[in-house]
Every structure is written in C-alpha cells, then in structure tokens.
C-alpha cells in the first residue's frame, strides 16, 4: 500500500470516530472502531477496557521501545456549536467534528505511521502503538493506569496538536483548595475580621507571586485564581471564603515543591488536590528531537497538559493540527495538515529509527 492510500485510510478512520460519541469513559465503539483498523491490516492488538494497543512484528525484548500514543476519547461539546459535532464533512479543505483536532488528528496519523513501520525489520527501538482512553479527564483507566500493563518504555512521542513542532516540555499542573478565614456575623454589625475583605489582600498576594526559578522551554510556573466562593445570605458575613488555584509548573521545580512552597508561604490556609501531574521534558539533543530539528521542525514548551504526564521517560509532543482548535466550538483539522502531519511523523521515525543512529539512545 503506498503512503497516500495509507493516508486516505487514516482519513476515513478519523471520520469514523467524529461520527461516534466518545466522551472520556464512554469510548467503546471507537475502540472497537480502531481494533478493525488492526484486524483489516492482520496486525495483532491488545485491549484493556477501552485502550488498544499493538506492537511492531519483529519485536525484540533485547531493543529500547518507543512508545506512540494518542487518545480517542473527546470533551463534551460546548452549547456554541452551530455544526452537528458528530458529522465528519470537509469544508474548504477543513474535516469538522469533536475529536478532529484533539485528538484524532493526532490519533488516526500516528496510526497510520505505526502501520508504515510495521513490518520493517532491524529497527533500532521497538515501537508500541497505544490509541488510549480516558485522557481528558485523566480517568483511573487512562494511560497512566494502563501502564503497568506495558512494556517498558524507553521514549515516546504523545500525539497532541503541535503545528507539527517539537514541543520538547510540557507544565506540570497542581490544583489547590484554599481558605480564607474570618469572623461570622450580622450585616448590621460591625466586623473587623471580614472573610470577604480579608480575601482582597490574599488575592492580591496570588496576583503578585513570582516563582524564582524559571525554564528555557517552558518559562515561569504560571498561578491563577479560577474559582471563588463565600457566603450564602445576604444579611450573613460568611465565616470562609473558598478559593481554587491553578498552577502550571515548569520543570524547574517538582510539583511537591510547589506545594511546599504555597503551603509555607500563602497568606491562608491551601492544600494541593494531587501532585501526579508532573512537568515532562525530553533532551533537546535527544535523537528523536534532532531528527525532527534536521527536517525544519522548531522545538518549543507547551503550556497545556497531556497524557505526557504519565510517563516517567522522556517524551516529545507533536502532532498535526493546531492547541488554539482544541474544546472550541466547530472544531476542525486541516485534511492537509493530516497529509503532512503522516508524511513528517515517517521522516522524523527514519531518522531516528535507522539501525545506527550517530548519538546515543
């Protein structure tokens, strides 16, 4: 089969999962959708729950593995759709649908590269192919859950929308409850200990952190105040206020190092949700990203959240389609941006996995 009839397959797969409801746990028939994808190539696959996932023919337990991965799982769509989100159809060269971009772009041509290596002997890495569930709400049986069941991974390229640049970093995240304290009382009399008026000067000190150390990828740690609750009558001054906060860490700092810095420092009381969610990161002279740097890729810090944050080796994101689409109504992906994404993905990987490559593993 040539690369453009693979191409055209990808494409008609990616149309196949816009058309089927998959929001993150519910993904069983677009999983039964990329199983056929493996029984019409005779390529043998795994399933857990609703993860698939299959490995290169001439496999050898003595080779580093290279792990490809996407989601097939999508957000739900937001009330700003005009667009049946579950219609695949080209518009002036763009393929609509929920899922087009994020991820199935990513997905469907990561797939077809897995195929176009399949059969390819003395390989210097094994590749492992994971089209996973759960990943947009980092659901217990998502890649990370999964992972256990694996083989060891040595690399891994996550299939997110890039532009197709090597997005070589990736914030972690840390989410914290905090609570701004006060004295509880009648509207009508006077309170010098107001939990609303004390959260001005605790908002003002979130709005006014700076984390020292900064990244070359990925800049400085970001925090943001995203939620705010207090009170529930209007004749009560509450005794609390609620706050949620989001950091996005650099790699500069470990998320418990984050958390024991807010813990020590906030002007209230805060305790982080989880600190699973690291920063990830692969060597800018690492073969993968070289190869890609030789065809004209750029490399860059990303900063939003992927399954990247699963893994514990170092890993590159890239993909076709562009972050910005990502959750938005309407949402979209370039059929070209496809073309190119499978051609870039099989040059980069011809590069990298040549049976001798000029720099280490």
């Not at 897995?114 to 994971?130: G, I, P, R, S, T």
């Not at 309170?191 to 990244?215: A, G, H, M, P, R």
Request: hydrophobic share 35%.
């Amino acid at each position: 089969m040539t690369q453009q009839e693979l191409t055209q397959k990808a494409i008609d797969l990616l149309k196949t999962l816009i058309s089927i409801q998959s929001f993150s746990g519910e993904e069983d028939q677009t999983a039964d959708a990329i199983e056929a994808w493996f029984k019409s190539f005779d390529i043998p696959y795994e399933r857990v729950h609703n993860n698939v996932f299959a490995k290169n023919q001439y496999w050898d337990d003595s080779k580093p593995t290279l792990l490809l991965n996407s989601h097939h799982d999508t957000v739900k769509p937001n009330k700003a759709y005009t667009k049946d989100p579950f219609h695949p159809h080209i518009e002036d060269g763009k393929l609509y649908g929920l899922g087009s971009n994020d991820a199935g772009g990513c997905l469907v041509s990561l797939i077809a590269t897995f195929n176009h290596f399949y059969a390819a002997k003395n390989l210097n890495h094994n590749l492992l192919m994971v089209a996973s569930m759960e990943e947009e709400n980092a659901g217990p049986n998502s890649l990370r859950g999964l992972l256990p069941q694996l083989p060891k991974i040595d690399v891994a390229i996550v299939g997110e929308p890039t532009l197709m640049q090597l997005a070589i970093a990736e914030k972690g995240l840390v989410v914290f409850d905090a609570v701004v304290k006060g004295t509880p009382s009648h509207a009508a009399h006077p309170n010098d200990n107001n939990s609303i008026y004390n959260t001005i000067e605790v908002l003002q000190w979130f709005k006014n952190y700076k984390f020292e150390k900064t990244s070359e990828a990925l800049g400085d740690v970001k925090m943001t105040v995203t939620q705010i609750n207090g009170g529930s009558q209007h004749n009560v001054v509450p005794s609390q206020v609620e706050l949620v906060i989001d950091v996005r860490v650099n790699d500069a700092y470990s998320n418990k190092e984050i958390a024991d810095l807010l813990k020590a420092e906030a002007p209230c009381e805060i305790k982080e949700r989880g600190l699973k969610l690291n920063s990830s990161k692969i060597d800018k002279e690492h073969p993968l990203v070289q190869s890609g740097i030789t065809l004209g890729r750029t490399t860059y810090g990303s900063p939003t959240l992927s399954d990247q944050a699963a893994l514990s080796c170092q890993s590159l994101k890239l993909g076709p389609g562009d972050s910005t689409r990502s959750h938005s109504a309407n949402e979209y992906i370039y059929v070209k941006e496809i073309e190119e994404g499978i051609d870039l993905y099989i040059k980069i990987l011809k590069g990298f996995l040549a049976p001798n490559p000029q720099k280490g593993q």
